[in-house]
């Protein structure tokens, strides 16, 4: 029998062994023996297969733990970054992330924009429909936040029903106009839960720009959550810009 991973028979005897670590089967090692080499008899060839079958299951063994090890230290690395119920990056990250891209702005002398964004009336929502109905507004929207920024853009969950994005070499102009795209967008963006249309969910959005609004991450944020503020004093539903320092 040919392993279904060779594509043609081999003109050579060859051994493959499962890569298992866990309880997961991770791969397979393959190797192959030429039995047409010279001044090797059978007898020999066999005993050589044998003896090097014994280092193959050894070394196997050894691979896939190390393969083991590696994967579960990046599954520890993806979930101390990432928010387990949306998938998109925690608040630590989010963090760290605009230390770097603040540094990255400066060098460059790029613009920089956080948006602070909020579900409207999310409790409510919560008390009326149930927490698991409310975890499923949360992942649809996550995904539709997802989808709609771009790659280099970092969308983050801070908790509850805040989020947070990172736009990099971005005004704050045009974060404006991106945002309550999506503000539109989210408007008819329907949701079902359990085959139940639980209907739209509205947001307020405060933004706030490098250099314009701070020059450090701090100040940054400071100036984005005030805005969100006056976005929910002004009823909701709506996005602010965070005024310049200098105006």
């Known amino acids: 029998m040919i392993c279904s991973h060779l594509k043609n028979p081999v003109p050579a005897s060859y051994l493959c062994i499962p890569?298992?670590?866990?309880?997961?089967?991770?791969?397979?090692?393959?190797?192959?023996?030429?039995?047409?080499?010279?001044s090797t008899s059978a007898e020999s060839f066999e005993t050589l297969q044998e003896s090097e079958q014994r280092l193959a299951v050894a070394v196997s063994?050894?691979?896939a733990l190390s393969l083991a090890n590696l994967l579960l230290?990046?599954?520890?690395?993806?979930?101390?970054?990432?928010?387990p119920l949306t998938g998109l990056f925690n608040r630590r990250f989010m963090e760290l992330a605009l230390d770097q891209e603040m540094q990255r702005a400066k060098r460059r002398n790029h613009p920089l924009v956080v948006v602070f964004l909020d579900l409207d009336h999310f409790k409510r929502f919560n008390d009326t429909h149930g927490h698991d109905a409310g975890d499923a507004v949360l992942r649809s929207m996550a995904g539709l936040f997802q989808k709609y920024f771009r790659g280099e853009d970092i969308v983050c969950r801070l908790g509850g029903e805040e989020f947070t994005f990172i736009l990099p070499?971005?005004?704050?102009?045009?974060?404006?106009?991106?945002?309550?795209?999506?503000?539109?967008?989210?408007?008819?963006?329907s949701i079902t839960y359990k085959e139940q249309l639980l209907g739209s969910i509205t947001f307020s959005a405060g933004i706030a720009a490098y250099p314009g609004n701070g020059l450090t991450a701090e100040e940054l944020l400071r100036a984005a959550?005030?805005?969100?503020?006056?976005?929910?004093?002004?009823?909701?539903?709506?996005?602010?810009?965070?005024?310049s320092r200098n105006s």
């Open 73 to 83: 230290r990046e599954t520890l690395r993806d979930q101390s970054s990432r928010d």
């Open 61 to 63: 063994g050894r691979v």
């Open 169 to 189: 070499e971005s005004s704050a102009e045009n974060a404006a106009k991106r945002v309550d795209k999506l503000r539109l967008i989210a408007e008819n963006h």
């Open 19 to 38: 890569l298992v670590a866990l309880g997961d089967t991770l791969g397979a090692l393959h190797i192959q023996y030429d039995s047409n080499q010279n």
């Open 225 to 243: 959550d005030t805005s969100l503020y006056e976005s929910k004093a002004n009823g909701r539903n709506c996005v602010t810009v965070s005024k």
